[in-house]
């Protein structure tokens, strides 16, 4: 073998070790921790609508859904499918201004990632 089949070896082995650490960083802790941001930022959406709040509320519902987008595996199952469709009415609610509306059913999206966890 010539040195530049070992180097384009050696680069392939190392660039192949890279992308299973990678991957291997996916792992229950991750999930969980974005599982729990989800609910934070549901919270937090639904406790800024309540306070009339329709821009906090709009912005913590866009952060929901994108810790949301991390979670795999059976964590993102049918029941959190649904609360996060639920959390679209909400969010459809905030964004005609009826942040009341907005705030009881970010509550009851909230209580049902409470029951999933």
Not at 96 to 103: C, F, I, V
Request: with cysteine; proline share 1%.
């Amino acid at each position: 073998m010539n040195m530049k089949n070992i180097t384009i070896s050696l680069s392939a082995l190392l660039m192949a070790g890279a992308l299973g650490g990678a991957i291997a960083a996916e792992s229950a802790t991750g999930v969980n921790e974005h599982f729990d941001l989800t609910v934070k930022s549901v919270q937090s959406a639904q406790a800024a609508a309540a306070s009339g709040d329709k821009a906090g509320c709009l912005e913590n519902i866009k952060a929901a859904k994108q810790h949301y987008k991390e979670i795999t595996g059976a964590s993102a199952g049918k029941p959190l499918q649904d609360a996060l469709k639920k959390m679209r009415t909400g969010q459809e609610a905030c964004e005609a201004g009826d942040t009341a509306k907005g705030a009881g059913i970010l509550s009851e999206v909230a209580g049902d990632l409470q029951k999933i966890r």
